[in-house]
């Protein structure tokens, strides 16, 4: 006699038929985003001329590091490496300031009139004064040419408020907040002490999506900054790729030389050094992002 859990487990033709369909579609999917990746790391160590030629479409081919080697060569480009990861680590730490700040009131359901300001809040998601206007408004502040043009602008996110406040209202039960205030814990102490450090997953969620955001910024930059000495290295590498494509336009493919081939070489290879610290931040985050984006989808 089948008992009622097998026959709840008991998958039927369908059911397998659509789960290897999942499968096969997860796995184009899957090579679709790797190959490039592994195109461009291949391409970063390659020969410039096996790249061109197209000898070269998975594996390097010819292994050399010059890429690399001009690279750390480069005080520009070490210099926006710099840039960017303090960029990167300041707007990061204000971004998660702020959202703290904004989502923990609004979670409470004692805080009057939150509703009315998470409108006002979500207002600003649909409407906004616009490129001119914010320039005006940084420009007026004295702000240009300085580092709090990249990270005040942007030190809060509205979705991201949403989600924080979500996690607050879901995850926390109310009975801690009654526990707390019946011991006399003030507001920050029950934020400091009982509320952040069991709200780890969303910590880790909001710190990947800002530190991706900062780390990838490039117009904020292009707008506001003016001194090269302050640029990330995300403008430096759109400098190097607009200049290569531009000289490969001004030569003929029969006056194509060294210096271009090379330049394709450092190009693949600035991708590389410039996506790395994300790629190696993810692992260390894993396991609270993925507990992080299920915010919402289980609850009881």
């Known amino acids: 006699m089948v008992s009622d859990a097998d026959a709840v487990t008991r998958q039927t033709r369908g059911d397998r038929v659509f789960e290897w369909m999942n499968y096969a579609l997860l796995t184009i999917i899957l090579l679709l985003i790797l190959y490039p990746l592994l195109f461009v790391a291949s391409a970063s160590v390659s020969d410039p001329q096996a790249v061109n030629s ?24 070490l210099t926006g490496y710099l ?24 979670s409470r359901r004692d805080l009057a009139g939150r509703n009315a300001i998470m409108a006002m809040f979500v207002f600003t998601m ?18 240009l040419n300085t580092v709090w ?9 509205v979705w991201n408020i949403i989600i924080m406040r979500t996690f607050f209202q879901q995850s926390i039960p109310s009975e801690i907040h009654e526990a707390a205030a019946i011991d006399g814990s003030s507001d920050f102490h029950l934020l400091l002490k009982i509320i952040l450090p069991l ?9 990947l999506f800002y530190s991706v955001g900062h780390w990838n910024s490039f117009f904020n930059a292009l707008i506001y900054l003016t001194d090269r000495d302050r640029f990330p290295l995300q403008l430096i590498l759109r400098e190097i790729l607009i200049q290569n494509q531009m000289e490969q336009m001004s030569e003929s493919a029969d006056a194509l030389t060294d210096q271009i081939l090379y330049a394709q070489t450092i190009k693949y290879a600035v991708i590389i050094v410039a996506n790395l610290p994300v790629l190696m931040l993810y692992p260390f985050l894993q396991k ?13």
């Open 54 to 77: 197209g000898n070269m479409w998975l594996w390097p081919k010819d292994i050399t590091f010059l890429g690399y080697e001009k690279i750390f060569q480069n005080k520009e480009i």
């Open 83 to 106: 840039n960017t990861i303090m960029y990167t680590v300041l707007g990061t730490s204000i971004n998660l300031v702020m959202t703290i700040l904004a989502a923990f009131p609004l």
């Open 126 to 143: 649909f409407f906004s004064g616009g490129l001119i206007p914010s320039y005006m408004l940084v420009k007026n502040l004295g702000m």
């Open 149 to 157: 043009a990249l990270v005040i602008p942007g030190a809060v996110s």
């Open 199 to 207: 709200s780890m997953p969303i910590l880790a969620v909001m710190t």
């Open 288 to 300: 609270y992002f993925t507990k992080g984006i299920m915010i919402g989808a289980i609850k009881g």
